[in-house]
């Protein structure tokens, strides 16, 4: 029996995952001119010393001296299920994917093409996949139990395995590359800003891995924010500020003209939401009839849809019901992710819509013709896996581990402040594309003012939208702001 044991051991510590590949370039940014290498492989997760996934990643690691000193920055996605791929190709790699200045996707096929704002020139960056997405997967190793076999294939889409699935990566990268006495950031998008702030709290806590800044992109802080019900209150006014710089951008406000200061309209409308539209939200029907009209009046001045659709949402409005409402006399739809671009619908005369979003459908073949070509020919690697830009099978899978069934609250935020009382150091940016109608930018700006930080942190934690969408470093200009931004915020953070 102890010969066996040995042996199982034994094989469990020669596993080896897929050849990936190392390739030597050179790049020129604003610091100057350097040689790079690029690491396309795979780790290997473990549970009680066995293989159990393969978590791929691509890092950039500057070659030359003092480069175990240099920053070096773990970025993903969200999703769940979306692979890194929107931010390494989007904002922050050596090269990226082509799109037009304002953020729409170019005529097919694909362009790769330098990045002059990569984040390369202050950091090193390492790319993370998350299993099920990617070239990232669970082994697969079916266990016999009778008639029956068993696979672990979702036992990493949960809220608190992924935690750990990234923790172990990210150890085993600073050992494996001698760097754990580099400044450690971390970067996520969407999900993956949940994700980070999380582990603002658990990198530190659970794995020892000290943490000098927290990038956190278009997040969602709070899940609970993501559907809120016709019952919730703080949800339907975080999104209108986003309704207003919409109706503006396409020229259906009566508030403001086409082309009005940014900052004056969102200022309005910020105030608007917190006073007027809250005290609609929490009174309801007990507020006098006079003033609610009055009110409904005010909102469709802002928004650009008519009073009469305010009034049989009584004042929640779905971001679903605006993206077919503000256009529908041109048969235009808004895009979920960036409502200043629109496109088509295909059913105009169908209740629900059931065409593509125009913001976000789009991009998904720019970034997965992109992925492709960059990995496969750029980095030379040889794979025959399908690479998951976003595994909607992932999504559909995820499940969130809660203490009770009555439990609702699923968010982050007091993992971030527990991050930032447990390393006063640690500085966090969180940014925004204004035009975001799924992941409004007010929602951070509210729940930030509510952290009750203490006023040694409070200058610790900042925040900076940008014009566009979701993925708001799509827009030329935007993504220049961006980098500007988020290289000040590493100057003073590492």
């Not at 940014?29 to 396309?40: D, I, Q, R, S, V």
């Not at 049989?312 to 019901?321: D, I, K, L």
């Not at 409402?325 to 808004?334: A, I, N, S, T, Y």
């Amino acid at each position: 029996m102890a010969e066996a044991t040995d042996t199982k051991q034994k094989e469990a510590e020669k596993y080896a995952p897929p050849a990936g590949s190392v390739t030597e370039h050179d790049i020129k940014l604003a610091g100057g001119e350097f040689k790079y290498k690029a690491h396309a492989e795979w780790v290997v997760l473990r549970k009680k010393d066995k293989p159990v996934a393969e978590m791929f990643h691509v890092a950039y690691l500057k070659q030359g001296a003092q480069g175990e000193k240099r920053p070096v920055t773990f970025v993903f996605n969200g999703g769940p299920g979306a692979a890194s791929a929107y931010l390494h190709l989007g904002a922050i790699g050596p090269r990226r994917v082509a799109f037009n200045p304002d953020g729409t996707p170019p005529k097919p096929p694909v362009t790769l093409t330098a990045n002059e704002e990569s984040w390369l020139a202050f950091t090193d960056l390492v790319f993370v996949d998350p299993i099920g997405t990617g070239f990232s997967r669970v082994i697969d190793k079916a266990e016999d139990k009778g008639d029956k076999k068993e696979k672990n294939e979702n036992e990493f889409y949960h809220l608190d395995r992924d935690m750990e699935s990234l923790g172990e990566f990210i150890q085993k990268f600073l050992s494996a590359h001698a760097r754990w006495e580099s400044p450690v950031f971390i970067a996520g998008e969407s999900y993956g800003g949940f994700r980070s702030a999380a582990l603002a709290k658990r990198l530190q806590q659970n794995y020892g891995v000290g943490l000098n800044g927290v990038v956190i992109i278009s997040p969602a802080l709070d899940l609970i924010l993501l559907d809120p019900s016709d019952y919730d209150i703080q949800g339907w006014a975080d999104e209108f500020p986003t309704f207003a710089l919409t109706a503006v951008h396409h020229g259906r406000s009566r508030k403001f003209p086409k082309g009005a200061v940014a900052g004056a309209v969102r200022q309005a409308a910020e105030a608007f939401a917190q006073d007027k539209l809250l005290r609609l939200l929490a009174q309801g029907e007990a507020m006098p009839e006079t003033e609610r009209e009055a009110i409904f009046a005010e909102m469709s001045d802002f928004i650009g849809v008519p009073a009469e659709v305010l009034r049989v949402c009584r004042g929640r409005v779905p971001f679903w019901v605006y993206s077919r409402r503000l256009l529908k006399d041109q048969g235009q739809v808004l895009g979920f992710y960036d409502s200043s671009v629109a496109g088509p619908d295909p059913y105009p005369d169908r209740e629900n819509f059931q065409g593509p979003d125009p913001s976000l459908g789009g991009s998904d073949r720019v970034f997965t013709s992109g992925i492709n070509a960059y990995l496969r020919h750029h980095l030379a690697l040889q794979s025959d896996r399908d690479y998951h830009l976003l595994n909607r099978e992932v999504n559909k899978a995820w499940k969130i581990e809660q203490a009770h069934a009555f439990n609702r609250q699923v968010g982050v935020v007091d993992e971030l402040r527990f991050g930032m009382a447990l390393n006063p150091h640690m500085q966090v940016l969180i940014s925004h594309g204004y035009y975001d109608m799924v992941t409004p930018y007010f929602s951070s700006e509210r729940l930030v003012r509510q952290m009750r930080l203490d006023d040694k942190l409070k200058g610790n934690i900042s925040l900076r939208h940008f014009p566009g969408g979701h993925m708001f470093y799509t827009w030329e200009e935007s993504r220049r702001e961006f980098f500007s931004t988020v290289k000040e915020f590493f100057a003073k953070s590492a």
